[in-house]
Nanobody
Framework: QVQLVESGGGLVQSGGSLKLSCAAA????????MGWFRQAPGKDREFVAR????????YYAESVKGRFTMSRDNVKNTLYLQMNDLKPEDTGVYYC???????????????WGRGTQVTVSS
């Protein structure tokens, strides 16, 4: 079974940058889509960005367009999220997820990492 492991979170000041990584290991990597979601305290998990693994086509939430960039390494089966111009409202636990259908609904992703904390101070 494939496991997803996120890294790269941390504490950063408003306007700063962080780069998250998600490494997929073990099992047979056959996902058609991988995505990033985040969850702030007391709020639902929300879509951030996703990529169709084979084509590389990316989709972003409106709140992060122009600030976040997703990329992937097909050889290493690793997903990245470059986050620039971070804002306090970007604070939350960021999760990597993988699934079979390109969409922004968390429940339709069947494999999840444990998450990495991102905290943006004002």
């Amino acid at each position: 079974q494939v496991q997803l492991v996120e890294s790269g979170g941390g504490l950063v000041q408003s306007g700063g940058s962080l780069k998250l990584s998600c490494a997929a290991a073990g099992g047979d990597f056959s996902f058609r889509v991988m995505g990033w979601f985040r969850q702030a305290p007391g709020k639902d998990r929300e879509f951030v960005a996703r990529v169709r693994w084979n084509s590389g086509q990316t989709y972003y939430a409106e709140s992060v367009k122009g600030r976040f960039t997703m990329s992937r390494d097909n050889v290493k089966n690793t997903l990245y999220l470059q986050m620039n111009d971070l804002k306090p409202e970007d604070t939350g636990v960021y999760y990597c997820a993988a699934g079979s259908y390109s969409n922004s609904i968390p429940s339709l992703y069947n494999t999840w990492g444990r998450g990495t904390q991102v905290t943006v101070s004002s």
